[in-house]
């Protein structure tokens, strides 16, 4: 997003887009994510004026930045 984006009062927490993940042969994380429909709830989240993503390389080691990227990225959305 540009300088002159504005941050949004309501914020979207992307933990959970990660999914399933393991460490040392655990399992942690959410579950199974269907990234279809996260990539569809981050655009409408982006239709309705959401500005910011909280996410972060912790969550599913990765994973849930790349799928809000993607999904970013493939949006209607453009910044002004």
Known sequence: FGLDEHVSPLGFGCWQL????????????WGKVDTNKAANT???????????????????NGRSEEIV??????SAYKSS
């Open 69 to 74: 990227g993607e999904a970013i990225a493939k």
């Open 42 to 60: 981050i655009h409408y989240a982006l239709d309705n004026g959401v500005r910011f993503f909280d996410t972060a390389a912790a969550y599913g």
């Open 18 to 29: 990660a999914g399933e993940y393991f460490v040392g042969g655990k399992p942690q994380g």
